[in-house]
């Protein structure tokens, strides 16, 4: 077992600045998901005959990435949520505030880096 150092970034506060980056980083990224999405679920006239044909592999890697995609659109969603309703950059279990430095690398962080490191201990 491998014993990772706990972070503990808690004392780094965004600035105003900071959320108006972040805010508009993460529009941005929903935009590109939307977008992927979109792509995925294209599929040409000349597809949809082969999509028949897919075996059951074939059609688990169309799927997967849109869920993977999904999954990342409402991480960003539930983030714009909650910097609409004064909540973002708070820990979901400690209620502490996430650091800084932690947004600006995930800017839909739902946990500080502290709480992150233990749920992925216990998995």
Do not use: K, W
Request: proline fraction near 5%.
């Amino acid at each position: 077992m491998v014993n990772h150092p706990i972070i503990d970034d808690h004392e780094a506060r965004l600035s105003p600045e900071d959320l108006a980056e972040l805010r508009d980083g993460l529009r941005e990224q929903r935009l590109f998901r939307e977008e992927q999405l979109r792509q995925i679920a294209t599929v040409p006239a000349r597809a949809e005959e082969a999509h028949l044909r897919r075996s059951a592999a074939q059609t688990e890697v169309r799927v997967e990435p849109a869920a993977s995609v999904r999954m990342v659109l409402a991480d960003v969603e539930a983030a714009l949520d909650r910097m609409a309703r004064g909540r973002y950059g708070s820990c979901h279990l400690c209620r502490r505030p996430i650091g800084r430095a932690r947004l600006l690398i995930v800017p839909q962080a739902r946990f500080c880096a502290r709480c992150q490191q233990v749920r992925e201990a216990g998995r």
